[in-house]
Nanobody, 128 residues
Framework: QERLVESGGGLVQAGGSLRLSCAASGRTFSTYRMGWFRQAPGKEREFVAA????????YYSDSVKGRFTISRDNAKNTVYLQMNSLKPEDTAVYYC?????????????????????WGQGTQVTVSS
C-alpha cells in the first residue's frame, strides 16, 4: 500500500529553520513528481514547492522562493523541504504529495488535484 509520511514539523521562532521530510513506501516514487502543499486555518490548501525526477526541475511559490528548498533522495525514497527565514505566515499544516503522471507544461505542478497520493500532514508553527 502506497504511503507518504511527513516528519520534521514543530514550533520555531521567526527567522528560524526547519527541515521537513517525506518518506514514501509501498512503491518506488523515484519517477514521480513530488510536491509540498500547506494549509493554514481557515484557508485553502496552497502549493509550496515541487520537484520532478529530472535533476534540477524544481518549482516554488512566490511566497517561499529564495527561502525554501525542495530536494529528493531517490535511494531513500524521501523528499525534503528545507525551510529557512521562517515567518509567522508560514504557519500551517504541511502536506507531502506524489504525482504519478506529471504533466510537464503549464502550472500543473501547483495543482493539488494532479497529485494522487498524500501524506497525513505535519504542523509547522512559527512564532513572532
Amino acid at each position: 500500500q502506497e504511503r507518504l509520511v511527513e516528519s520534521g514539523g514543530g514550533l520555531v521562532q521567526a527567522g528560524g529553520s526547519l527541515r521537513l521530510s517525506c518518506a514514501a513506501s509501498g512503491r518506488t516514487f523515484s519517477t514521480y513528481r513530488m510536491g509540498w502543499f500547506r494549509q493554514a486555518p481557515g484557508k485553502e490548501r496552497e502549493f509550496v514547492a515541487a520537484i520532478d525526477w529530472v535533476p534540477d526541475s524544481t518549482y516554488y511559490s512566490d511566497s517561499v522562493k529564495g527561502r525554501f528548498t525542495i530536494s529528493r533522495d531517490n535511494a531513500k525514497n524521501t523528499v525534503y523541504l528545507q525551510m529557512n527565514s521562517l515567518k509567522p505566515e508560514d504557519t500551517a499544516v504541511y502536506y507531502c504529495a506524489a504525482d504519478q503522471h506529471p504533466k510537464y507544461y503549464g502550472d500543473n505542478y501547483a495543482r493539488a488535484n494532479e497529485y494522487m497520493y498524500w501524506g497525513q500532514g505535519t504542523q509547522v508553527t512559527v512564532s513572532s
